[in-house]
């Protein structure tokens, strides 16, 4: 699928352009603006350092400003022809210049066309200034969710060693089974394997992250700051009308229709002849004599089945942006419905854990903390009381990141900020 998004740039070249959208410019000794990571990096220093340094915002900026050459190119006339000749015999000599003009709009059209595919190239960086973007908040929000998470699995880990002390303690008094020692032993097992897990996945969500922003993929990152959940209430009916009307990939693909409809016209203008004028000088040493005189030559457009065929052609290719218009509007309508979806989805559950569960789990650990050391509640219950709390957290640090994640992934959809 063409990657799918929309607002007009405001601005020149280049990707220090799009600092100044999120006002994160800053500016070096030099006065060239550059943007570093703090050691406390926020998401915005990430944006930001990614809208400077990312290979493919450059490309889609490059792009454009190559295709705003085209226009000036297709406007221009031919390039006028110089022509020189002698004949022996007669010793005459003749110098001409010639230039050939195209028929009435001919030119016109093809700049038109120009513009049109520059505008379109306009938009398109907009569209990858979106989905770097996009790119940049899902790998800080794993990012930072992962390391969360690993925080999350050291406390309970810290815990559970504790108990295992405490257990330790109470089987050599005789107050414990052996079995309740070992299934202990077992959860810091387990615990010690789960940390491992985090601290070998950190690098590789470390490297996408590195890599969304532009930098290379081993480059230290610095500790990302917490996630904070996103509770926005969002429309779904002003969300699709806005997506409508400012998605930039839909605008990239109107412009593309405007230059394919502007072609059919250009086509078209081929059945009709263009016109060369010209001036010679000639000298013949002969009658000692000189003059000038002009030219005036037609092209004669006969082929008619190549004329035909180029119309045809035109046509087709109206067709084709037509279809990829109307297919990347379904699409992206699908697409941002289940976007939705999933970020409702997340603040619900969101509030859910953070509300009821979370609490209520702590409290059960609390409750049976207290009865297994009164003798009322199995070890096994304990376990399980720590298991319980640790996956709620994860899951509500999990729906955070999801929030975070799923929020920017509607705004590449209607192509501004949604973020507070």
Same mark, same amino acid.
């Given at each position: 699928m063409r990657k799918i998004l929309g607002v007009h740039l405001l601005a020149a070249a280049g990707a220090a352009v799009l600092l100044l959208v999120l006002g994160h410019e800053r500016v070096s000794a030099q006065g060239s603006p550059t943007v570093q990571l703090p050691d406390s990096a926020t998401l915005e220093d990430y944006l930001a350092y990614a809208g400077e340094h990312s290979p493919a915002l450059k490309a889609a900026a490059a792009r454009w400003d190559a295709a705003t050459r085209v226009g000036p190119q297709r406007r221009s006339l031919p390039d006028p022809t110089l022509s020189l000749s002698a004949t022996q015999m007669e010793r005459r000599t003749s110098l001409g210049v010639s230039q050939m003009l195209p028929f009435f709009g001919k030119r016109a059209l093809e700049g038109e066309m120009a513009d049109e595919e520059a505008a379109a190239a306009e938009r398109q960086?907009? @569209?990858?200034?979106?989905?770097?973007? =996009?790119?940049?908040?899902?790998?800080?929000?794993?990012? #930072?969710?992962?390391?969360?998470?690993?925080?999350?699995? $050291?406390?309970?880990?810290?815990?559970?060693?504790? !108990?295992?002390?405490?257990? &330790?303690?109470?089987?050599?008094?005789?107050?414990?089974?052996?079995?309740?020692?070992?299934?202990?032993?077992?959860?810091?097992?387990?615990?010690?394997?789960?940390?491992?897990?985090?601290?070998?996945?950190?690098?590789?969500? /470390?490297?996408? !992250?590195?890599?969304?922003?532009? +930098?290379?993929?081993?480059?230290?990152?610095?500790?990302? /700051?917490?996630?904070?959940?996103?509770?926005?209430?969002?429309?779904?009916?002003? &969300? !699709?009308?806005? !997506?409508?009307?400012?998605?930039?990939?839909?605008?990239?693909?109107?412009?593309?229709?405007? #230059?394919?409809?502007?072609?059919?016209?250009?086509?078209?203008?081929?059945?009709?002849?263009? &016109?060369?004028?010209?001036?010679?000088?000639?000298?013949?040493?002969?009658?000692?004599?000189?003059? @000038?005189?002009?030219?005036?030559?037609?092209?004669?457009? @006969?082929? $008619?089945?190549?004329?035909? =065929? /180029?119309? %045809?052609?035109? %046509?087709?290719?109206?067709?084709?942006?037509?279809?990829?218009?109307?297919?990347?509007?379904?699409?992206? %309508?699908?697409?941002? $419905?289940? =976007? &939705?979806? +999933?970020?409702?989805?997340?603040?619900?559950? /969101?509030?859910?854990?953070?509300?009821?569960?979370?609490?209520?789990? +702590?409290?059960?650990? @609390?409750?049976?903390?207290?009865a297994y050391r009164a003798g009322a509640a199995t070890y096994q219950d304990l376990i399980e009381s720590y298991r319980t709390v640790l996956a709620f957290e994860l899951v509500l640090a999990r729906t955070v990141a999801d929030q975070v994640r799923h929020l920017a992934e509607l705004e590449l959809y209607v192509g501004r900020r949604l973020r507070p």
């Amino acid at each position: 699928m063409r990657k799918i998004l929309g607002v007009h740039l405001l601005a020149a070249a280049g990707a220090a352009v799009l600092l100044l959208v999120l006002g994160h410019e800053r500016v070096s000794a030099q006065g060239s603006p550059t943007v570093q990571l703090p050691d406390s990096a926020t998401l915005e220093d990430y944006l930001a350092y990614a809208g400077e340094h990312s290979p493919a915002l450059k490309a889609a900026a490059a792009r454009w400003d190559a295709a705003t050459r085209v226009g000036p190119q297709r406007r221009s006339l031919p390039d006028p022809t110089l022509s020189l000749s002698a004949t022996q015999m007669e010793r005459r000599t003749s110098l001409g210049v010639s230039q050939m003009l195209p028929f009435f709009g001919k030119r016109a059209l093809e700049g038109e066309m120009a513009d049109e595919e520059a505008a379109a190239a306009e938009r398109q960086v907009e @569209v990858a200034r979106l989905t770097v973007f =996009a790119r940049v908040v899902a790998g800080y929000a794993e990012y #930072a969710f992962s390391r969360q998470a690993l925080a999350n699995v $050291r406390e309970s880990l810290a815990l559970v060693r504790q !108990l295992e002390e405490v257990t &330790l303690t109470r089987y050599r008094t005789g107050e414990a089974p052996y079995a309740d020692l070992v299934r202990a032993q077992v959860e810091r097992g387990r615990l010690e394997d789960e940390v491992r897990t985090w601290e070998d996945r950190l690098p590789a969500e /470390g490297a996408l !992250l590195n890599a969304a922003i532009g +930098r290379p993929a081993d480059a230290p990152l610095p500790e990302p /700051g917490a996630l904070r959940p996103r509770p926005l209430r969002l429309d779904e009916g002003s &969300l !699709l009308a806005e !997506l409508r009307q400012a998605n930039p990939e839909l605008a990239s693909i109107r412009h593309e229709v405007a #230059a394919a409809r502007l072609g059919i016209d250009r086509a078209r203008r081929a059945y009709y002849p263009d &016109l060369g004028i010209g001036l010679e000088y000639m000298r013949s040493g002969e009658m000692n004599r000189s003059g @000038v005189g002009a030219m005036v030559s037609v092209t004669l457009p @006969v082929r $008619r089945q190549r004329l035909r =065929a /180029g119309v %045809e052609e035109a %046509e087709a290719r109206h067709e084709v942006v037509r279809a990829l218009e109307q297919e990347a509007g379904n699409l992206l %309508e699908a697409e941002a $419905r289940g =976007a &939705l979806f +999933r970020y409702n989805d997340a603040l619900r559950k /969101g509030a859910l854990y953070q509300n009821e569960l979370v609490p209520q789990a +702590r409290q059960s650990l @609390v409750a049976t903390e207290a009865a297994y050391r009164a003798g009322a509640a199995t070890y096994q219950d304990l376990i399980e009381s720590y298991r319980t709390v640790l996956a709620f957290e994860l899951v509500l640090a999990r729906t955070v990141a999801d929030q975070v994640r799923h929020l920017a992934e509607l705004e590449l959809y209607v192509g501004r900020r949604l973020r507070p």
